[in-house]
């Protein structure tokens, strides 16, 4: 906490200045301290400290308001726990609400009177951010974002060269030279967003969803300048980071004139900038913002693509990730794909608005200091994908895809893991 100071601390109070924001004086003033938030919390439920209860998140945030905008607080803060934002108060707010919290808002959901939890969380996050205190792994991923245009700052001619020999396999799969991954082209009906681990590390995911885009007869392009979904200062807490990075995106879509921009499998990616960009912008979207996922079930529904469901007889089951369900609502979707797509689907318990986190969200897999709590949650969602007895999980989320080939490997599970575009790709029925 060296050099930290007055000025530091005033930006770090400035998220708190409500303003007549009353979403934010009502959540600061609601907990009731009735604990029911705890077993919502997977680290709660696996650690059974106290130190784990999200109340103790809301806690931390609304006591420091009081201290410094109320008139008890201002004068007798030791009559309702006003807390100064110190060093201490600082050190444990990091921990608190980075080190021990994936912003999965499971504990939101089964908040007895509603307090939006997650919210206050990422407030939290924002008045450390404005200090300067987001945990260096973290903020290093958002650097690349901002300075290179990709999270894994991925050089061009790398990016070009993985799409150019992806196009010759998928060109070689369907047996038709005409077969195109495209590159910023203008005036297609689609551009396509890529999680950047995609083209670094999984890029059969990329060969999948173009295979689809193929069957579909789909008009659509990526753009070297502009492809990367993922948006980690929404992890951060660093609105001004997060607006610049969801504001490249926007432009890339006014600059290549396409109709609709399709989200790659990225839970938080979809959030922050369906969701939460025209939040950062101040500004409405003018064109057709929906996910990969919506897209898929919309080829399968209207009969664009043709599917057998034969040709997928492992079991499956299914990863639902928090941004994606909880947070977005897009429930229905990926259950639809794969009742088409595979011949036995089995639901994890719990699953849906209920499901729990695998432990990779909320900037975890980028913070490395706090893998051995975030693998000993994951073993949560282990228990959960043994007892389906499934040879396949899906998911429509690579964050959620890493974090599962890590506790695959950590649980020995001996699964397979896959995106949604995969198994719809396992699926297909070219007619040639």
Same mark, same amino acid.
């Given at each position: 906490?060296?050099?930290?100071?007055?000025?530091?601390?005033? /930006?770090?109070?400035?998220? @708190?200045?409500?303003?007549?924001?009353? =979403? @934010? @004086?009502?959540?600061?003033?609601?907990?009731?301290?009735? $604990?029911?938030?705890?077993?919502?919390?997977?680290? #709660?439920?696996?650690?059974?400290? *106290?130190?784990?209860?999200?109340?103790? /998140?809301?806690?931390?945030?609304?006591?420091?308001? =009081?201290? #410094?905008?109320?008139?008890?607080?201002?004068?007798?803060?030791? @009559?309702?726990?006003?807390?100064?934002?110190?060093? /201490?108060?600082?050190?444990?707010?990091?921990?608190?609400?980075?080190?021990?919290?994936?912003?999965?808002?499971?504990?939101?959901?089964?908040?007895?009177?509603?307090?939006?939890?997650? #919210?206050?969380?990422?407030?939290?996050?924002?008045?450390?951010?404005?200090?300067?205190?987001?945990?260096?792994?973290?903020?290093?991923?958002?650097?690349?974002?901002?300075?290179?245009?990709?999270?894994?700052?991925?050089?061009?001619?790398?990016?070009?060269?993985?799409? !150019?020999?992806?196009?010759?396999?998928?060109?070689?799969?369907?047996?038709?030279?005409?077969?195109?991954?495209?590159?910023?082209?203008?005036?297609?009906?689609?551009?396509?967003?890529?999680?950047?681990?995609?083209?670094?590390?999984?890029?059969?995911?990329?060969?999948?969803?173009?295979?689809?885009?193929?069957?579909?007869? !789909?008009?659509?392009?990526?753009?070297?300048?502009?492809?990367?979904?993922?948006?980690?200062?929404?992890?951060?807490?660093?609105?001004?980071?997060?607006?610049?990075?969801?504001?490249?995106?926007?432009? *890339?879509?006014?600059?290549? $004139?396409?109709?609709?921009?399709?989200?790659?499998?990225?839970?938080?990616?979809?959030?922050?900038?369906?969701?939460? $960009?025209?939040?950062?912008?101040?500004?409405?979207?003018?064109?057709?913002?929906?996910?990969?996922?919506?897209?898929?079930?919309?080829?399968?529904?209207?009969?664009?693509?043709?599917?057998?469901?034969?040709?997928?007889?492992?079991?499956?089951?299914?990863?639902?990730?928090?941004?994606?369900?909880?947070?977005?609502?897009?429930?229905?979707?990926?259950? #639809?794909?794969?009742?088409?797509?595979?011949?036995?689907?089995?639901?994890?318990?719990?699953?849906?608005?209920?499901?729990?986190?695998?432990?990779?969200?909320?900037?975890?897999?980028?913070?490395?200091?706090?893998?051995?709590?975030?693998?000993?949650?994951? $073993?949560?969602?282990?228990?959960?994908i043994k007892n389906t007895g499934a040879k396949i999980v899906?998911?429509?989320?690579?964050?959620?895809?890493?974090?599962?080939?890590?506790?695959?490997?950590?649980?020995?599970?001996?699964?397979?893991?896959?995106?949604?575009? !995969?198994?719809?790709?396992?699926?297909?029925?070219?007619?040639?």
């Amino acid at each position: 906490m060296d050099g930290f100071n007055e000025d530091m601390k005033l /930006k770090g109070l400035e998220p @708190l200045r409500v303003n007549g924001d009353s =979403r @934010l @004086l009502t959540h600061l003033n609601a907990c009731v301290h009735c $604990g029911l938030c705890a077993e919502s919390c997977v680290y #709660y439920q696996v650690y059974k400290d *106290e130190h784990f209860v999200p109340a103790k /998140k809301v806690d931390i945030v609304s006591s420091i308001y =009081r201290r #410094y905008n109320t008139f008890s607080g201002k004068y007798f803060p030791w @009559l309702t726990k006003a807390r100064e934002l110190d060093e /201490k108060t600082i050190e444990e707010m990091v921990d608190l609400l980075y080190g021990t919290c994936t912003m999965c808002d499971r504990c939101t959901v089964h908040c007895s009177i509603g307090v939006d939890i997650g #919210y206050l969380v990422r407030t939290g996050r924002t008045m450390l951010a404005n200090m300067g205190y987001v945990p260096a792994t973290l903020q290093s991923t958002v650097n690349a974002a901002i300075n290179t245009g990709n999270n894994m700052a991925i050089p061009l001619d790398e990016f070009t060269d993985t799409i !150019e020999w992806l196009e010759e396999d998928l060109q070689m799969e369907v047996e038709d030279d005409n077969a195109r991954i495209p590159l910023n082209e203008k005036d297609k009906d689609i551009l396509y967003t890529l999680n950047p681990r995609e083209p670094k590390f999984f890029p059969l995911s990329i060969s999948a969803m173009a295979k689809v885009f193929y069957a579909a007869g !789909e008009s659509w392009t990526l753009s070297t300048r502009m492809y990367d979904v993922t948006n980690y200062a929404y992890f951060s807490g660093n609105n001004e980071e997060a607006e610049i990075i969801a504001q490249r995106l926007f432009d *890339e879509m006014e600059a290549t $004139g396409s109709k609709r921009c399709v989200l790659a499998e990225c839970g938080h990616g979809s959030r922050s900038f369906r969701w939460e $960009g025209p939040n950062y912008m101040g500004k409405e979207f003018h064109f057709d913002t929906l996910t990969s996922v919506e897209l898929l079930a919309e080829y399968i529904r209207s009969g664009k693509v043709k599917v057998d469901s034969g040709k997928n007889t492992e079991r499956v089951t299914l990863h639902d990730p928090c941004n994606l369900v909880r947070s977005g609502g897009i429930i229905d979707e990926q259950r #639809y794909i794969l009742k088409n797509t595979v011949s036995d689907f089995v639901e994890m318990t719990p699953h849906g608005t209920n499901n729990l986190c695998c432990g990779g969200g909320g900037g975890q897999l980028s913070m490395s200091e706090y893998n051995e709590r975030r693998m000993k949650i994951g $073993g949560l969602k282990a228990e959960q994908i043994k007892n389906t007895g499934a040879k396949i999980v899906v998911t429509p989320c690579h964050n959620c895809v890493d974090q599962l080939i890590q506790i695959n490997a950590a649980y020995k599970l001996g699964v397979q893991i896959k995106t949604m575009a !995969e198994v719809v790709a396992d699926a297909l029925i070219i007619d040639k």
